[in-house]
């Protein structure tokens, strides 16, 4: 069994608490936004939200209409405020796994990265940076960088349902197209390890579970995986059972797992929500 150590290859714990679009409204759940109360004499509406959750409207509950739009304080405000882009993350030890047992770790994280303007409200874009990278103490390196040193390529990710039923949602993360399919290739000395979404298919990466309906300018997202085995693997979007997949010294893809826990926050203090139900 090989063992080597890198912190959470693909962990661009990002977007779990941004808004991620324009202002036009995609209006699919989940979608990022804001839960914001209306300025007192604004005019009120029945599908205005009783809540600053904003998955109740004020007409929801029995009453005269008086009573109801006496509820009817807060408004639903799809994708970004402008200018408010930006979010960082940082985690600390992380481990992939392979299902054949090679595994990798690193001693942090940390990334930075951008919602996409693309009138979705669901995607995002990022790099990922780590440190203490080592495989039984070989050090691991990306080309360019300082030993011990991993970037992953650019990475892209994107909001979706798990689990309709129980407003599970999830996050998927995977190789931008100028990755090449690949989420990081790197060394350990003379050992060579790539790292890739299911197949190398268009979309295929990793999912992990994100919190939502609640406005929030922090999240943690916890990655889990046991012998090999990302959980969850699979969801209601494109590629539905989708995961991480290694190749150690070119001698084949395995499936893989990765387990770290990562800080996302947006910059400038603001606060988002993952809308499950619009």
Sequence with gaps: MQ?????????????????????????????FGQCNKIAKGTEKKLSMYDSSKCIKTAGADAGTEAEKLKKANYEWFPGLVKGKTEFTSSGGVATLATKGGKTVTCTSETSTGNYLEDGTNKKESTIVNFAGCESSKFACTTVGKASGELTTNELLGEVGV??????????????????????????????????????????????????NDAMKNTEILKYKATKGVQKPVKWEGPNPETYLESNFQNLGYEQSGQEIESKVTNVGGIKYELNFVL
């Design 162 to 211: 798990e689990i309709a039923a129980k407003k599970k949602t999830a996050l998927k993360l995977w190789p931008a197209p100028s990755a090449a399919g690949k989420f990081i290739e790197f060394k350990c000395i003379g050992l060579e390890i790539k790292v890739r979404g299911k197949g190398e298919a268009a979309g295929a990466g990793i999912l992990v579970n994100i919190k």
């Design 3 to 31: 063992r080597i150590r890198i912190a959470g290859l693909c962990v661009v714990a990002a977007m779990a608490i941004g808004a991620i679009a324009s202002s036009t409204a995609s209006a699919v759940a989940p979608e």
